[in-house]
Each structure stands twice: as C-alpha cells, then as structure tokens.
C-alpha cells in the first residue's frame, strides 16, 4: 500500500485476484488499517507497514503495489470489480460500537454521519464546517461526526446547531472502529477522503462532495461512481462553490 489510506482501501479489493493465480497472497498496509484489512477474501496475511515495506521480515517472490493493480488485470470502465461489501466489520468492533450508540439507537430519527475536513489539501478537498449549518439543521436528522485530525477540534467549539452532533470521534482508534460507526449509520455525507472510501468498501449509501478539479477517479460529468455503486456525487461547478453543492444536498435530503 504505496499511497494513501483511501487509496489502500479502494485497491485492496485486487487481493482475490492476485490469489486466483496461485500461492497464498499477503497485503502489507499502515498500521491503521490491518484489523479491518483482516477481513478481506483472499487475502493470507495481512502485515503492518509503510511505503518503504513491512514492518517485519516477510518471504516473498513477488511484489507489486496495490494501486498498479487495476493496470495489470487490465481493467476498463465495464470490468472494475464493483461488488461490495469487501470488507467487513470485525465483531469485537461491532460490538463496542452497539454499546456506544446505544442510546441513539432508540431514536427514530434518520441518522447522517459526515466528515468535513481533508488531512492533504485542505483548501481544496475540505468544506468548512459552518457551511453545513443548512444541512445539520434540518429537522428530524441526527448528524454524528466521523472527523479526526486537528479539524474534529473546530466542532467542539463550533455554535449552533454544531452543538446537537454527536461527536464519538475519541473512541476511534482504526479504521475498523470507523466502520463499526459507519455500519450503524443510515447515510453518510462527506468530502473526498479515506472515510468516504470506507464506507464504498462496506456498501454504505454516501453522498461524496467534490471540488469542482475533482480527483481523476471520480471521471467527469457523473454524479455516480463505477468504483462503488452506493456513491452518489455532488460536484462544484465552479472552483469554491461549496454553498451551491450544499444547497443540492439539503434539497435532496428534504425530498
């Protein structure tokens, strides 16, 4: 897993693959993500490590970066594997996260999960969490955060109607914690981060946010994804617009 963690979650899905050819396949990816990466089919072993190799001495006779994957299975448009999910919730997390929101559980209302900060590019990818206020004002809707990193500070500070979200975020350790949240969530709306991969990977219905110069695997002109088929898009139509992606999004959650 040479790149990024949403890149790690998004190609991980190449492992059965690799395995179909023979030998047992093993995955080398961040520490972050390896008890989630744990439940992926057709993978033998999955190890800590970074960009530069495992952590651990591991016998090997070939290597290949998950995200070249795609090019040597030659796959196009109309053969990306799109089946999902691929990856699962481990049960003790499951069972953490069944304790933690017990208390919401009993309410009726829909529940949004969101996450509004990027960790790279944060003048492009993020949008600021005042501009939500539309959305998280609705009635009727229970908004959790899933935000970590320096960001997840600007909600405890923020005003109304910031101060109804239910921010668990201290409990998340990994990425499987993450998805133990996201499993008991009914949507979750987001900007283009590892999050919004996870919750592609586990089949979570998502409504992804972009800048108008979206990432190349988002394409053009979609408002939906052949990498995950749960994913509805919401693009700017001009650079910094993030009102007018909102504004579609509180219209669409209104219908």
């Known amino acids: 897993a040479e790149q990024g963690l949403g890149d790690c979650i998004q190609f991980c899905r190449y492992l059965p693959f690799a395995k179909a050819l023979g030998g047992k396949a093993v995955l080398c990816a961040p520490p972050s993500l390896t008890?989630?990466?744990?439940?992926?089919?057709g993978v033998d072993a999955v190890i800590p490590g970074s960009a530069a190799g495992p952590s651990q001495p591991v016998r090997l006779r070939w290597a290949v970066p998950v995200m070249s994957m795609p090019g040597l299975f030659q796959t196009t448009l109309a053969t990306i594997p799109d089946h999902a999910p691929y990856l699962q919730v481990p049960a003790d997390y499951r069972?953490?996260?069944?304790?933690?929101?017990?208390?919401?559980?009993?309410?009726?209302?829909?529940?949004i999960g969101f996450v509004f900060a990027s960790a790279n590019d944060l003048s492009v990818k993020s949008c600021p969490l005042d501009q939500w206020a539309p959305l998280v004002s609705l009635p009727g809707l229970q908004w959790f955060s899933l935000q970590k990193g320096a960001a997840a500070a600007d909600l405890a500070s923020a005003a109304p109607p910031f101060d109804q979200v239910v921010d668990?975020?201290?409990s998340i350790g990994d990425f499987a914690d993450t998805a133990a949240l996201l499993e008991q969530l009914d949507l979750l709306i987001t900007i283009d981060t590892s999050v919004a991969h996870l919750a592609g990977a586990l089949g979570k219905p998502t409504w992804l946010l972009l800048p108008f110069a979206?990432?190349?695997r988002w394409l053009l002109g979609r408002s939906d994804s052949p990498w995950y088929p749960s994913f509805r898009l919401f693009r700017q139509a001009a650079p910094g617009q993030w009102p007018a992606v909102i504004e579609t999004a509180?219209?669409?959650l209104l219908s």
């Open 168 to 170: 668990l975020s201290e």
């Open 35 to 41: 008890p989630l990466l744990q439940t992926l089919a």
């Open 95 to 111: 069972q953490k996260w069944q304790r933690l929101l017990a208390p919401h559980r009993r309410s009726s209302r829909r529940k």
């Open 214 to 216: 979206a990432d190349w």
């Open 250 to 252: 509180r219209q669409q």
